[in-house]
């Protein structure tokens, strides 16, 4: 009899034995499903880290560019009366006048330690080449564009700088586009073909002047936001040495062409309005490239073209509304801007109503399913 086991006993023991498994395997894909997900956690920290356009809202998006887009607007007016109102002999001293500007009021408040950017070193110069390049040749062509086009027929041309940003973005920064954004980029040059075809006051020179500020301009947004993704210079930093290294170049341009001579026989020196504007222009040089780094980094290179673009709108119907003497109203070009300017609309709320989602985020989401389905079986 001692040695017989009594049945019920056996098959208690089992049940009991059955429960704490069943307890343990629970707890076991508890800790398991927590660990994923504090592991989860510190992928997304380290995500955002590493990808912090995810984490700039939409106000700095829009709040940049709308910088950006009134700097350029003030400075194009300006710039306008400086060479064509007041007739001032020389565009490339006008921009060298902006880049001395720039050098010496980033250096002062540096100085006096308002701002801060890294001191120079023998490698500088290969942390931002070739955007020296680019920049001295946007500063000079778009100031030779203004004073050789009307600016309502300017705003139609330079929207071909739209299309050169979006395929050296696919080319240099590898970026594809979404169809939608790539069909509002061709409605916009669209428009501008239409708007310039009709052009009654034709000018070559202006034309090549503007189609050369569009390369420039597209290759230095590019490239701007390459160097702020890779480099160490910060915009402050890449705005000053940027200047100090087109100082020289464009200051033996000014001194071989004789516009130094023309400059100083220039008879609108004592003419406060003019010099008020004169130095407008100069203090808004450095305004208006501070706004470009500053959009081109909250955005990207191809809003920041657009975006200039966009702010001749208001240009461009006040050109029509209250035509001046360097702009012959027509119907073809009124309905090419307009075509062109709804293109830009379009582009604008498609670019600032997109929310991008990282897809390392979905990808660790799905990672994590399989897991509990394993679980329940």
């Not at 343990?24 to 356009?53: A, F, G, V």
């Not at 239409?194 to 050369?212: K, N, Q, T």
């Not at 959009?295 to 209250?322: D, E, M, P, R, W």
Request: net charge positive; hydrophobic share 45%; aromatic share 10%.
């Amino acid at each position: 009899m001692s040695n017989f086991t009594n049945p019920n006993l056996i098959n208690d023991s089992h049940t009991e034995n059955t429960e704490k498994a069943d307890t343990l395997l629970l707890n076991r894909i508890d800790n398991q499903n927590n660990t994923q997900n504090s592991n989860l956690e510190t992928k997304t920290q380290k995500m955002s880290h590493d990808h912090p356009d995810d984490e700039i809202s939409r106000s700095h998006k829009i709040g940049s560019a709308v910088f950006y887009g009134a700097s350029s607007f003030l400075i194009m007016n300006v710039n306008k009366a400086v060479l064509t109102t007041h007739h001032f002999p020389s565009a490339n001293v006008l921009a060298l006048s902006q880049i001395s500007s720039t050098v010496i009021i980033l250096f002062v408040l540096k100085l006096f330690r308002v701002i801060s950017y890294p001191d120079a070193k023998v490698d500088v110069l290969k942390k931002i080449f070739p955007l020296p390049m680019f920049y001295l040749g946007n500063l000079c062509f778009g100031l030779l564009g203004t004073q050789g086009l009307s600016l309502p027929m300017q705003t139609a041309l330079r929207r071909f700088s739209i299309l050169l940003t979006m395929v050296l973005e696919m080319v240099v920064l590898k970026k594809r586009q979404e169809s939608k954004i790539i069909i509002c980029v061709l409605v916009m040059v669209f428009g501008s073909c239409i708007a310039a075809s009709h052009d009654l006051a034709f000018s070559l020179i202006g034309y090549a002047f503007v189609m050369a500020n569009n390369l420039c301009t597209a290759s230095q947004g590019v490239y701007v936001k390459k160097k702020l993704q890779n480099n160490d210079l910060g915009k402050l930093g890449l705005l000053f040495y940027n200047s100090l290294i087109c100082y020289p170049v464009l200051l033996m341009i000014v001194s071989q062409n004789g516009d130094m001579v023309k400059v100083r026989q220039f008879q609108g020196w004592g003419n406060m309005i003019f010099t008020f504007e004169f130095l407008t222009s100069c203090v808004m040089g450095l305004v208006l490239n501070f706004s470009i780094f500053l959009c081109t980094q909250y955005n990207s290179a191809l809003v920041t073209t657009v975006i200039g673009c966009l702010k001749n709108i208001l240009i461009t119907y006040l050109g029509i509304l209250f035509p001046t003497e360097d702009y012959i109203f027509s119907w073809i070009n009124f309905g090419g801007l307009t075509i062109s300017i709804i293109g830009s609309i379009f582009f604008s709320y498609y670019t600032f109503s997109m929310k991008g989602k990282p897809k390392e985020v979905t990808e660790m989401n799905s990672e994590k399913q399989p897991l509990v389905a394993n679980s329940s079986r």
